[in-house]
């Protein structure tokens, strides 16, 4: 009976471990957004300037492109599952600290510790969610990045529901939980089997056999960063757009709803998609689909069109960064952290690049670089891909 059941404990697919990595991407999500979201309450209570915040932001950034780099060689020599408790912890109460801090020095200081802690954290569930994957025996990628946009949905609607609470209030009982559900799931850390099961795993059908050389890592890499600059002009520029077109603030707002709810509901059919037509053929049509969609949006210049469009975009991005990080896997962690931080360089110096076009050109015509890049993904994407 004992050697029956230990058979079948390492054959059945690991729920306990995909469900772990849910609450980890799920309280990513909340916690970023907790923060995003007052970011406007935290410039105004330490008195600085627009500028000035962004040398914080700057600071968060840098934090979480180092971040990046430390944990991929820590997940590489320890095991990725070492980067989910520690990290999680340290990422709420770095938050919890962002809301005590007053001056900008100090604002720099706690924003660097939440990038860092955040590109940790980043970097040990991608890679743990990489093994899982394989032990799983079907794609699983896009739900549990799924799980992080419905935990920034969840966590923008606290914020709507709690906008009397001050943010320092906020950040303390939003960073406190965060830090202690991380604690709290230490023994099921420590009870999961395949967070570090790379080498024993069991890939899906569909699956790649082969390693990853560093010509597609980098390749991998540059679409990453090609589909969060769309990511990242949704966040930044999508109201702007919309407000160009002469809508109220309430319509412009809808725009990045829209598309937020588009990318959620694309990530929960992701794996199915995925696992039916492969996970090349399904980030070509999302590309194209993004790519025509907000094309389509920005000719037509009306506010329905444009609406339908970011909405659009968030669909067909929605299954690119899954696959990526996925394929990246094949190399090992820190194949996976090269990814993501060569994709956070497009997140972060997307939004500016816009601005910089649109300070020359329209808003609109701007935005043609999101459009491009997308279309440039789903012609290239085959070569990162495809099976070899």
Not at 73 to 97: E, I
Not at 140 to 157: D, K, N, T
Not at 202 to 220: C, F, M, N
Not at 317 to 331: D, E, M, Q
Request: glycine share 12%; with cysteine.
């Amino acid at each position: 009976m004992t050697a029956i059941a230990s058979v079948e404990q390492r054959t059945a697919p690991p729920a306990r471990d995909r469900w772990l990595l849910i609450g980890v991407f799920t309280a990513l999500g909340v916690g970023m957004a907790l923060w995003g979201a007052r970011i406007p309450a935290v410039k105004a209570a330490a008195h600085i300037s627009n500028g000035q915040l962004s040398i914080v932001l700057l600071g968060a950034a840098l934090g979480i492109v180092i971040g990046l780099q430390i944990g991929g060689r820590l997940a590489h020599r320890y095991g990725p599952s070492r980067l989910l408790v520690g990290p999680t912890v340290g990422f709420g109460l770095a938050l919890a600290v962002l809301g005590q801090c007053r001056t900008l020095s100090t604002l720099v200081l706690a924003a660097g510790l939440f990038g860092l802690t955040h590109g940790l954290l980043d970097v040990g569930s991608n890679a743990c969610a990489v093994n899982v994957e394989r032990v799983y025996r079907r794609r699983i990628m896009a739900s549990v990045h799924c799980a992080y946009s419905s935990g920034a949905m969840v966590g923008a609607a606290l914020v709507a529901v709690t906008a009397w609470v001050p943010h320092d209030v906020a950040f303390a009982i939003g960073g406190g939980a965060i830090a202690l559900a991380a604690l709290a799931a230490v023994p099921v850390v420590q009870a999961c089997t395949c967070l570090d099961a790379a080498e024993q795993a069991s890939e899906p059908a569909d699956a790649p056999k082969t390693t990853l050389p560093r010509t597609g890592v980098w390749l991998l890499g540059a679409l990453a960063a090609a589909v969060l600059l769309g990511e990242g002009a949704a966040a930044d520029w999508s109201a702007v757009h919309l407000r160009s077109l002469g809508t109220s603030e309430a319509t412009a707002a809808l725009a990045y709803a829209l598309y937020s709810a588009a990318m959620m509901t694309g990530r929960l059919v992701g794996d199915r998609l995925t696992t039916r037509f492969g996970p090349m053929a399904v980030v070509r049509a999302g590309a194209a689909i993004a790519a025509a969609g907000l094309g389509t949006g920005l000719v037509l210049g009306t506010p329905v069109a444009a609406l339908g469009g970011w909405m659009a975009l968030g669909l067909g991005l929605s299954t690119a960064v899954p696959c990526l990080i996925s394929a990246a896997g094949r190399g090992g962690p820190r194949a996976v952290a090269a990814v993501a931080a060569t994709g956070y360089v497009g997140l972060l110096t997307g939004p500016a690049a816009i601005g910089a076009l649109a300070s020359v050109t329209t808003v609109s015509a701007s935005l043609a670089l999101p459009v491009v890049l997308a279309a440039a993904v789903a012609l290239t994407a085959h070569r990162a891909l495809e099976s070899r």
